[in-house]
């Protein structure tokens, strides 16, 4: 009886050592096989055919498409390691020729011809953006630059747009550095009685300069202008709805009397004891350039004591 038992047992396991190795197996087998399908799967390129990306050579584009391209919300943009035509070296260089020719032009004071660029701070930065339309028919690569420039006697913030095609800055701003403002940028804060006040003759030489500077940046960049129109930021946002219809009416009057647009607002303004003046005590204008037959380049000029602005408008 214990024979039997015995054998029972040992037949038992037998069989249930036999079931476990066999699902061993059975479990084992298919883990085996997927990891060497694996392995071989990782072993093997597999290339795929995708859309053909065709982008065409930096084109020689008019200031109206640089402008046009420059400004679009559809355009796709690259940061490059260098452009076609400078490297970053050659960028800062040119640059620093640029502000001699805009010096000699009269757009710049002649300060800015001892104007030296390094990229050694780690806060400055010169960067080549690649443009490129909808269609990849059009491209330009434009350096964007943004340093401290350090002349004979001051230092300033540069902040430009540098043409890798011709070289030509295409937009521009320089302000003093005053460490007695936070990010070392005085544009834009608010001005105390002594930074806006002025004479009727400060006045008029301010305008005068604004329009003379705006015409010196056109021929800079071979264009004509046709209209140079200041803005007066403080009336179209200090005064309400009916009174800003007055104010029109009160222009439209002085039109008719012979006055230019510009004179008849700066009247009203007088008699409604409004200064035309930004915050800051800059100036700001509204130029209309024109290239040939090809169309016309609207920029932006913010003329100051301490500070020159002249940037691309819708």
Request: aromatic share 8%; charged share 30%; proline share 2%.
């Amino acid at each position: 009886m214990r024979r039997k038992n015995c054998r029972s047992r040992k037949s038992w396991l037998l069989t249930v050592g036999a079931l476990l190795l066999a699902a061993s197996v059975g479990f084992g087998v298919p883990l085996l096989l997927r990891k060497w399908q694996d392995d071989r799967r990782l072993s093997v390129v597999e290339t795929e055919e995708a859309p053909e990306v065709r982008i065409t050579s930096q084109t020689e584009l008019s200031m109206v498409e640089k402008t046009e391209l420059f400004l679009s919300a559809d355009a796709s943009t690259t940061v490059l390691e260098k452009g076609k035509n400078y490297d970053v070296p050659g960028s800062l260089a040119k640059a620093e020729e640029e502000l001699g020719t805009l010096c000699e032009m009269g757009v710049l004071d002649e300060t800015f011809r001892t104007a030296q660029m390094t990229e050694d701070d780690a806060e400055q930065s010169a960067d080549p953006i690649f443009y490129i339309d909808p269609s990849g028919e059009k491209s330009m690569i434009i350096w964007m630059l943004n340093f401290q420039i350090d002349t004979e006697e001051d230092r300033w913030i540069l902040k430009a747009a540098l043409d890798d095609e011709t070289g030509k800055l295409l937009e521009l701003g320089v302000q003093e550095w005053n460490e007695g403002y936070g990010n070392g940028i005085r544009s834009g804060a608010a001005a105390t009685d002594s930074d806006v006040a002025a004479t009727d003759s400060d006045v008029a030489v301010a305008d005068s300069d604004i329009a003379e500077r705006a015409q010196k940046f056109g021929s800079y960049l071979g264009l004509t202008t046709e209209r140079v129109t200041q803005s007066w930021e403080l009336a179209d946002t200090i005064l309400s709805d009916g009174d800003k219809t007055d104010y029109d009416n009160q222009v439209h009057l002085y039109e008719k009397k012979g006055y230019t647009e510009e004179e008849a607002r700066r009247l009203v303004s007088e008699e409604w004891g409004i200064s035309d003046m930004n915050p800051d005590g800059s100036r700001t204008a509204q130029i209309v350039y024109r290239e040939g037959d090809k169309g016309e380049v609207n920029y932006y000029l913010r003329l100051g004591s301490l500070s020159l602005s002249i940037y691309f408008a819708l």
